[in-house]
């Protein structure tokens, strides 16, 4: 399984970006996909995760009413739409995936992916 995740890119405050994150190997219909992020000198903490059937969407209290999850089951994708992005939201984001649901995506991941850096200039 692999996980290719792009998108990152540097930004003004106040900007929006899309990430993407594409899964290779096998589909995830009763698992979850979700992101997280290592900012420098931090620990790698959890973004926003979604179930892959139902759709339902957790989020980060840090990012809540800016960023969206969504996934497109036909291209075995999943999207993290920042919007009004802050300097605290530079770090590299990496995609990560379960194969059973979410509740296990938070703490202990399956598969990860490669990190895309998301740099936000104030």
């Known amino acids: 399984v692999q996980l290719q995740a792009s998108g990152g890119g540097l930004v003004q405050a106040g900007d929006s970006l899309r990430l993407s994150c594409v899964a290779a190997?096998?589909?995830?219909?009763?698992?979850?996909m979700g992101w997280f992020r290592q900012a420098p000198g931090k620990e790698r903490e959890f973004v926003a995760m979604i179930h892959w059937k139902v759709g339902l969407a957790y989020y980060a209290d840090s990012v809540k009413g800016r960023f969206t999850i969504s996934r497109d089951k036909a291209k075995n994708t999943v999207y993290l739409q920042m919007n009004s992005l802050k300097s605290e939201d530079t770090a590299v984001y990496y995609c990560?995936?379960?194969?059973?649901?979410?509740?296990?995506?938070?703490?202990?991941?399956?598969?990860w992916g490669q990190g895309t850096q998301v740099t936000v200039s104030s």
């Open positions: 990560a995936a379960h194969r059973f649901g979410t509740a296990g995506l938070r703490s202990a991941p399956d598969y």
């Open positions: 190997g096998r589909t995830f219909d009763s698992g979850g």
